[in-house]
């Protein structure tokens, strides 16, 4: 994956293949700390002990048009290359949790890239889901929770082109205001 | 704040969309955001797609995503499914090729057969 965000995009299909109708995106950048962190949080079906166990193995997946589980094994390997980790938590019907950070400043380290189309493919799939995405650089910080915007756009559904195309624009500006340097 | 009003001028504009749109069941596209779609550029398909719509102002067009089909070598992979027509599937769709399948296939009803990997189930 050329961009940290189509990691984020992937771990959110994840949560949405897995029935979730709450998803949470949080990235935080640390000058400070010189770390970046994704965390996606969900609350679809969750998993048991021994599906945890085996989620990051490559050649393990739940799913049946293929043999291989590529995409928690790829961001856990990208973070560990960065001299970051990952961490997965998750409970049957109890939703699941995924973090992963890396060293911002690791040259291996790919951009975060466009979070705008991100947030604009999560918010594709309202109703049935509601994303939240909140991105922190230091102490400023920027929130877009769809629940919201929807009740401020009354009878305009947040899944209409011209407001999905606002969105897109819209965290791309707020997240280069925010001084992101991912 | 500069968003609440540009949000204000976005209402309005979906709202004059959404008033003219026929509520007959329009055409729907799938695009497939597996993994391998992701890591192919199925997010960029899809906001090329969406951009398209937008600006046309087509607003009779459901838009959802997909997981994996197995086709993994062709990604992006992306299909049309128009009622009362076989659906069309097309194969290694780039931005640029997603905007003609708007306007040559959404719009016109012609469909861009140099990337057409299958119609119906049936595989080319």
Redesign the interface.
């Known amino acids: 994956m050329r961009e940290v965000s189509l990691h984020v995009l992937d771990l959110a299909r994840n949560s949405i293949e897995a029935g979730a109708s709450n998803v949470r995106v949080t990235v935080e950048e640390s000058g400070p700390e010189d770390r970046l962190m994704v965390r996606v949080e969900d609350d679809g079906r969750g998993m048991d002990a021994g599906t945890l166990e085996r989620a990051s193995d490559p050649f393990f997946t739940t799913r049946t048009t293929r043999r291989q589980g590529m995409g928690l094994s790829l961001f856990r390997s990208v973070c560990e290359r960065c001299e970051g980790g990952m961490t997965l938590t998750s409970e049957p019907g109890g939703g699941t949790s995924v973090s992963g950070w890396m060293r911002l400043s690791h040259l291996d380290r790919p951009p975060l890239g466009d979070v705008g189309a991100v947030v604009q493919a999560l918010a594709c799939e309202w109703p049935m889901v509601r994303a939240r995405y909140e991105h922190r650089v230091d102490d400023r910080r920027f929130v877009l929770d769809l629940g919201e915007l929807q009740a401020e756009l009354g009878d305009v559904p947040v899944s209409s082109p011209v407001v999905l195309s606002w969105i897109a624009e819209h965290v791309r500006e707020q997240v280069a205001c925010l001084g992101s340097t991912a | 704040m500069k ?1 609440r009003e ?2 204000r001028a ?2 309005e ?3 004059a ?2 008033a003219v749109r026929d509520n007959q069941g329009g055409p729907r596209v799938v695009i497939a ?4 779609g ?2 192919a550029g199925a ?2 398909v ?2 090329a797609l ?2 398209e ?2 600006q046309r102002g ?2 009779d067009v459901t ?3 997909t ?4 086709l ?1 070598d062709r990604e992006p992979v992306v299909e049309v499914i128009t009622p009362g027509a076989p659906s069309v599937t097309y194969g290694r769709v780039t931005p640029a090729v997603m905007r003609r399948i708007v306007a040559e296939q959404l719009v016109n009803g012609q469909i861009v057969s140099e990337y057409v990997i299958a119609t119906g189930s049936e595989m080319r």
Do not use: N, P, Y
Request: aromatic share 0%; charged share 25%; proline share 0%.
């Open positions: 968003s540009e949000l976005i209402r504009r979906a709202k969309t959404l955001m597996g993994t391998c992701i890591a997010r960029d899809m906001s969406l951009e719509m937008a087509i607003s838009v959802s995503q997981g994996c089909k197995g993994c």
